[in-house]
Nanobody, 126 residues
Framework: QVQLVESGGGLVQAGGSLRLSCAAS????????LGWFRQAPGKEREFLAA????????LYLDSVKGRFTISRDNRKNTGYLQMNNVKPEDTAVYYC???????????????????WGQGTQVTVSS
C-alpha cells in the first residue's frame, strides 16, 4: 500500500504562485508514476500533470503547460506541483495520485491510478 498526503493549498490572489506537495509513504518503491488532478465544484475531475517517478519524463494538460510544473524528490518521497500565474478558474480541490504503471499517455486517466491523497483546496481570488 502507498499513502499520499497533499499539502500547500490555500487562498492566493490571481497572478500569484503556490506550490503543492504530495508526501508518499508505505511501499514507495512500487511507485512509477505520480500524477496531479483537480476537481472544481460541479465539474469532472481533470488531469493536470504526471511525472515518471524514476526518470524525468512528464505529461501535462495543454492548458496548464507553461504555468504549472510537476517535479519530485525521490530522497524525500515527495512530489510537487508548482503553480504560477494562477487564475480564478484554477480554484478546485487538488489531488495527487500514484501508481505502479510506467508513465504513458494512459496515465492521463484517473482510473489508471491505484492510490490517491485526500486532496487540498486551492482558492484563487480575483
Amino acid at each position: 500500500q502507498v499513502q499520499l498526503v497533499e499539502s500547500g493549498g490555500g487562498l492566493v490572489q490571481a497572478g500569484g504562485s503556490l506550490r503543492l506537495s504530495c508526501a508518499a509513504s508505505g511501499r514507495t518503491f512500487s511507485i512509477y508514476t505520480l500524477g496531479w488532478f483537480r476537481q472544481a465544484p460541479g465539474k469532472e475531475r481533470e488531469f493536470l500533470a504526471a511525472i515518471d517517478w524514476i526518470g524525468s519524463n512528464t505529461l501535462y494538460l495543454d492548458s496548464v503547460k507553461g504555468r504549472f510544473t510537476i517535479s519530485r524528490d525521490n530522497r524525500k518521497n515527495t512530489g510537487y506541483l508548482q503553480m504560477n500565474n494562477v487564475k480564478p478558474e484554477d480554484t478546485a480541490v487538488y489531488y495527487c495520485a500514484a501508481d505502479g504503471t510506467l508513465l504513458s499517455t494512459t496515465m492521463r486517466s484517473g482510473s489508471a491510478y491505484d492510490y490517491w491523497g485526500q486532496g487540498t483546496q486551492v482558492t484563487v481570488s480575483s
